[in-house]
């Protein structure tokens, strides 16, 4: 099975702080992407990735970056974090082109106080 | 921009009854469809998903979707709910062009009542 693994289940952390998500998969997957999910909204695309060292910015990217050193890894950085961006993030992955599915990881409640 | 649309933010139905969920997207590229699932504090899992060919798709736990161009479409449906269905669903779509990230609704949860 498709395994995406996210680094934490549960953060708290303080304004102003710089906060890492770390997301793995194990399938080889080109397509990497990081999702934010708040009530109401659905997901929305934050950043995404085709490639090692390569990133496209999402519908939401202000405040956020990326990082994808390695194929299998894909990072989410809150410069400095935000009350606002309190929310669940979920990393997800895909093999090639657009007709595939999509694999989620548990998701990272992170919360900014 | 491509949107997609489930216009149930929220729908209750008793054990055993049918379930049709609906989602609408707006675009006039073709789009691959996808259904997704998510129980609480859970990930998302895929239920089924459309590409070509039959409009008509069946996926896992029972549910089936149906693709109707004509009103830009892509409604799950489940003949008989049991109490494990109870869980938020999301309707996402891919275009034909463009990036390949899905776009999601903004989501259905669905409760179900003994």
């Known amino acids: 099975d498709v395994k995406v693994t996210q680094s934490s289940r549960y953060l708290v952390k303080r304004t102003g702080e710089k906060v890492f998500l770390e997301c793995v998969q194990d399938?080889?997957?080109?397509?990497m992407f990081w999702y934010r999910q708040d009530p109401g909204l659905g997901l929305r695309l934050i950043y995404f990735?085709?490639?090692?060292?390569?990133?496209e910015k999402g519908d939401i990217p202000e405040g956020y970056s990326v990082s994808r050193e390695k194929k299998e890894r894909f990072s989410l950085i809150l410069e400095s974090a935000s009350t606002n961006q309190t929310s669940m993030y979920l990393c997800?992955?895909?093999?090639?082109?657009?007709?595939?599915?999509?694999?989620f990881g548990q998701g990272t409640r992170l919360t900014v106080v | 921009a491509q949107s997609v649309t489930q216009p149930d933010i929220h729908i209750t139905v008793s054990e055993g009854a049918s379930l049709e969920l609906r989602c609408n997207y707006s675009y006039g590229a073709t789009p691959y469809l996808f259904w997704y699932v998510q129980s609480p504090g859970q990930g998302l899992q895929l239920l089924l998903k459309y590409f070509s060919g039959d409009t008509l798709v069946q996926g896992i736990k029972g549910f089936e979707a149906e693709f109707k161009r004509s009103q830009s479409s892509f409604n799950l449906r489940k003949p008989s709910v049991h109490w494990s269905d109870a869980a938020e669903y999301f309707c996402?779509?891919?275009?034909?062009?463009?990036?390949?990230?899905?776009?999601f609704g903004s989501g259905t949860r669905l409760q179900v009542q003994p």
């Open positions: 997800a992955s895909s093999q090639g082109g657009r007709n595939t599915e999509a694999f």
């Open positions: 399938m080889d997957h080109e397509n």
């Open positions: 990735s085709y490639d090692v060292k390569m990133k």
């Open positions: 996402a779509v891919v275009l034909d062009t463009g990036r390949r990230a899905l776009t």
